[in-house]
């Protein structure tokens, strides 16, 4: 299927690495051009950007980004549009907790605003200049924010921070999509369930005991999450506006 997004730019954050690199991937492959943000993975986003340029023909450009930074990120735009012309799809992918989960006893006010920041407050600064610049412009545009099956259900312990600013991300979408359907952007969300990365071992006891949750029996691959991200991106998808959808094999259902 043509989703039609050849000549489209797309920016991914914190897309060096994980689902934030098969989306990259994927948009590569449909014809659209990329901007790949990375912290500290720098020559992994480089050797990212050179693979999907030579084997796709898009332009892929790297630009460092401290996401809990709004400096960063208004530079990361501003390096995007320069250089590729305009931003049409933005993809909220990074989340910078700063090691904010543990036990709610040993929380410090200062912890969980590193948490907001890093999640809740980066989000909002990205959306907002990508709102600005699509109203500038006088464009429609896409944003596909990245939960996690967390907020639904977890079988792990001591990640409140985490769950508690993705469920904020959740309410954000959806207010935000509310707000902005008359100026042609559509806000979304997707809900990955285990993801395959290049930490993940499969031998491990605890990869095993996550299996265990998955009727369908498998961690997901990277692209196989950039499939539902991008479509959500096209006008295939054109009903679909403050839509929280489910990709997590099935896990939220349960076994």
């Given at each position: ?50 693979r ?57 006010v ?33 944003v596909?924010?990245?939960?996690t099956?967390?907020?639904?259900w ?28 008359r ?8 809900v ?39 479509f ?24």
């Amino acid at each position: 299927m043509d989703l039609g997004l050849a000549g489209k730019v797309a920016l991914v954050t914190g897309s060096s690495r994980g689902i934030g690199a098969g989306t990259c991937e994927v948009f590569a492959r449909e014809g659209a051009d990329v901007v790949i943000n990375y912290s500290s993975s720098r020559q992994r986003a480089e050797e990212l950007a050179r693979r999907l340029s030579d084997t796709y023909g898009v332009r892929a450009i790297v630009v460092g980004a401290d996401m809990s930074r709004e400096e960063d990120i208004v530079s990361l735009f501003r390096t995007a549009i320069d250089e590729l012309g305009g931003v049409d799809i933005l993809i909220n992918n990074a989340s910078v907790l700063n090691d904010a989960n543990g036990p709610i006893e040993d929380f410090s006010v200062e912890k969980f605003r590193g948490a907001e920041i890093g999640s809740i407050e980066s989000e909002m600064v990205a959306c907002r200049e990508f709102v600005r610049h699509c109203k500038a412009e006088h464009k429609p545009g896409h944003v596909v924010n990245i939960l996690t099956k967390s907020i639904f259900w977890t079988g792990s312990h001591n990640n409140l921070a985490y769950v508690t600013v993705k469920g904020a991300n959740a309410s954000f979408t959806r207010g935000l999509a509310h707000d902005v359907a008359r100026d042609g952007i559509h806000v979304n969300a997707v809900v990955p369930g285990y993801v395959r990365n290049d930490r993940t071992e499969v031998d491990s006891d605890r990869y095993q005991r996550a299996i265990q949750h998955i009727p369908m029996g498998r961690f997901a691959e990277p692209e196989e999450i950039g499939n539902c991200i991008t479509f959500l991106c096209s006008e295939k998808a054109i009903q679909c506006n403050g839509a929280i959808l489910d990709c997590s094999g099935s896990t939220l259902i349960g076994d």
